[in-house]
């Protein structure tokens, strides 16, 4: 009796996959012509920008690539972990937590040691980092070991809890010590393919493979950076892979499903897997116009603002500072008195560094005034 074929990982030839090339060949042109420009433009800039680009751009991938997979990191705690094992000398540093230490020296592991091979110690040491305690929440897993589905096979899925959708169901594990063979074996000696394709290649092959009991999909994610960073051949990322897939995250799921139940011809796979990456490429214009916004600001501003609860706010309403900054707020963030934070801000006011925000009501708010966000252009 034949066995169904249910998924992709079942197909006689399984893992030699297949896909179009002249299909593919217009797109991938279309990434690296961006990407080169996206370099270049950055490389013109100094290295202190590229620093603070590379620390922005690591920590949004960071915190989305978590967010993913529905856990919730603080964005500082992450940004601060990150400053302090890259060298970086800056203001506002808090503590980071053992976890957000982890999955950071997991992602600068992928990215600062690019191109050393990578291992099954070396994936097993990135388990380890992920999940410090020995645990995925309130739940014992087994860290830095393959996982043995002793309770039930690995499913993947999205939604909430009680809303869960299955998209596919993972390789038995008696399969995995073959498997990740096969793939680091492939992932370490193939240098014939373009280090975007193979990206896109990798980031399915693993996810499929689901090789731990939680974490694989972070780690696919820290594994398609590392082979990105290859593909730019320097240890800064300036976009963001991870955080374009949260905003399609949907999309994503889909097209995984879509794969998974298929055939071993991944062209619609890579298709959108490269359109997901010029996206990401695209986005970074944000993120870079930010960072040269703030050095322009700090370049205008530097001889006139000597306070550091003020440099602290105004450093966070340039980031992503989230509702209406008052008094009150002010004094929150500063630990300070309401009538301290009052004479901070009504001191920026009078050098025509904040205005307030139209509307009033029974608390003024406060904006950053007047200077027009600066943006690369791609």
Known sequence: ?????????????????????????????????????????MQSLGFELQSEANLETLTLDVVKSTEIEGEILNPEQVRSSLARRLGMDISGLVYSERNVDGIVDMMLDAIKNYKQPMTLDRLKNWHYAMFPTGRSGAYKIRVGNLRDD????????????????????????????????????????????DPVIKSGIAHLWFITLHPFEDGNGRMT??????LLTRSDDISQRYYSMSSQIRLEHKEYYNILEKVQKGSLDITDWLHWFLNCLYR???????????????????????????????????????????????????AKINKCSTD??????QDLVEKGILEKEPGGGRSTSYKVRKLTRLRTTL
């Open 1 to 41: 009796m034949h066995r169904i074929k249910t998924y992709i990982y079942q197909q006689n030839d399984w893992p030699d996959f297949i896909w179009n090339s002249e299909n593919l060949l217009p797109l991938l042109g279309k990434v690296r012509s961006l990407q080169g420009k996206l370099i270049g433009s």
């Open 150 to 193: 002793l309770t039930g096979p690995m499913q993947v899925v999205s939604g909430a809890m009680g809303k869960e959708k299955v998209h596919f169901q993972a390789p038995a594990a008696n399969l995995l010590p073959d498997e990740l063979e096969k793939f680091l074996k492939w992932f370490n000696n193939e240098k014939t393919l």
């Open 221 to 226: 994610r820290a594994l398609t950076d590392m």
């Open 280 to 330: 990401s490429i695209k986005a970074s214009n944000l993120l870079l116009g930010k960072v040269l916004f703030k050095h322009k600001f700090w370049i205008k501003y530097a001889d006139e603002i000597k306070n550091d609860r003020q440099k602290k706010v105004l450093n966070m309403l340039m980031d992503d500072f989230k509702g209406k900054l008052n008094t009150s707020k002010w």
């Open 340 to 345: 301290t934070a009052l004479r901070d801000i």
